[in-house]
């Protein structure tokens, strides 16, 4: 359960008015950026990096290859293909979507922010709705009558007051907000394909949504959601949003790992109390336990809100400065801090396990420069040895001997 208490202290600046002028990137470039973000072993995180590093995806995709074999894999991960690429394009056009760069104008502004914010991300309907402030509503799928209608009061009353409602397509409290909120301004964001419509019985919705909303989506299109997909979708809809409200939950809810995952991107935490005899009010009350905002009426959202606006993470402009640094140094060199890169890769793999931890912590535990640290991590990851997660976390995939570069 996400300790609500710790949420990070609010800053008075707007994380959608610094930084210069976005403007349009070229498809060449479009192509070349999805080509590396579908490649095998890259991320949100590691596209941050090697884009950092190697300044345009063209450079960062020749560039696979060799940083994989340095992670120490045999097997050279799969690159996507220029046609593959112009394929999904073209998958998208079809259905009048389009791909949006996270350095683009029409790219949600507060998920811009997000430090595993997608590089590109598909939209399908008004994208004018991006530019208006946004609430996200989560809560349980079999949701009570009074659920239902208490997130409909509460998506129609925020869209009378100028807010734009997130959510995420489900049943129950999902499909309450977006169809209250229709008139009003609606984004949905799914787990799958933009072009994919889950649940099915959604559909008449979803296609109300693309005539009056906004679908975004992360995934690839026709590509049915699978379970892992919904974890990674919970987090665009906090990403995009001012703050979250939670309606129904069970303490084993993914509504909470929305909450947990707002709390991370420095967003407002809120929660409608419920019947302590209820299962699905239970995650809902004991975020209310931990801190979140108790949320009875749209008034007590908008007094959430008022307060200052989180300082974003991660400004998309700011990439270059949150790179390796002399990560090109450390790996024409291999070492920077006098220890040597064998023995630096053995002390990195001693202290990871399947279990997660940020790399700060790494860092400060394996007593070694940031620049080393985080250059092995990127071949090691490319190399398919370990993973990263949110909250700038990363976990062992397969233990093995630290690879001889």
Avoid at 27 to 37: A, H, K, N, S, T
Avoid at 69 to 89: F, Q
Avoid at 387 to 405: D, H, Q, T, V, Y
Wanted: with cysteine; hydrophobic share 45%; glycine share 8%.
């Amino acid at each position: 359960m996400p300790d609500v208490s710790k949420a990070p202290a609010a800053k008075p600046e707007r994380p959608d008015a610094a930084g210069p002028e976005r403007a349009e990137i070229g498809e060449q470039e479009r192509i070349d950026r999805l080509r590396l973000i579908r490649s095998e072993n890259v991320g949100p995180i590691t596209f941050r990096r090697l884009i950092a590093r190697y300044g345009a995806a063209q450079a960062a995709l020749k560039a696979l290859p060799r940083l994989a074999k340095r992670g120490g894999t045999r097997v050279v991960p799969r690159i996507c293909t220029v046609a593959e690429a112009e394929a999904e394009l073209a998958a998208l056009a079809k259905v009048h979507a389009r791909l949006v760069a996270i350095d683009e104008p029409d790219y949600p502004p507060l998920l811009a922010h997000i430090d595993d914010a997608p590089p590109l991300i598909a939209m399908l309907g008004d994208a004018s709705l991006l530019q208006r402030p946004s609430i996200a509503m989560v809560g349980a799928r079999n949701a009570s009558l009074n659920g239902r209608r208490i997130a409909a009061d509460l998506a129609r009353d925020l869209g009378a007051a100028g807010f734009c409602v997130v959510s995420g397509l489900a049943h129950g409290i999902d499909g309450a907000a977006h169809a209250a909120s229709l008139a009003s301004g609606t984004i949905a964001v799914v787990a799958g394909g933009i072009d994919v419509v889950y649940p099915q019985d959604h559909q008449d919705l979803y296609e109300a949504i693309v005539q009056r909303g906004l679908i975004l989506a992360e995934m690839p299109p026709g590509l049915r959601p699978q379970a892992g997909h919904f974890p990674r979708r919970n987090r665009l809809i906090s990403g995009a949003c001012r703050g979250v409200v939670v309606v129904e939950a069970s303490l084993r809810s993914g509504s909470l790992i929305t909450a947990r995952l707002a709390l991370e991107q420095g967003r407002e935490v809120m929660a409608v109390p419920g019947s302590p005899l209820d299962p699905r009010a239970r995650g809902a009350n004991d975020l209310i336990r931990q801190g979140a905002t108790l949320v009875e009426s749209a008034a007590d959202v908008l007094n959430a809100l008022s307060r200052p606006v989180p300082r974003p993470a991660i400004a998309p402009e700011a990439v270059s400065a949150q790179g390796d640094g002399d990560a090109e140094a450390v790996e024409e060199a291999g070492d920077t801090d006098g220890t040597g890169e064998h023995d630096a890769a053995e002390r990195i793999a001693a202290a990871l396990t399947a279990a997660p931890v940020t790399v700060d912590e790494l860092i400060r535990s394996c007593q070694l420069s940031p620049p080393l640290v985080n250059t092995t991590l990127l071949e090691w990851e490319l190399a398919g040895r370990i993973e990263r997660l949110p909250g700038n976390r990363i976990a062992m995939i397969a233990f093995a001997k630290s690879p001889s570069r």
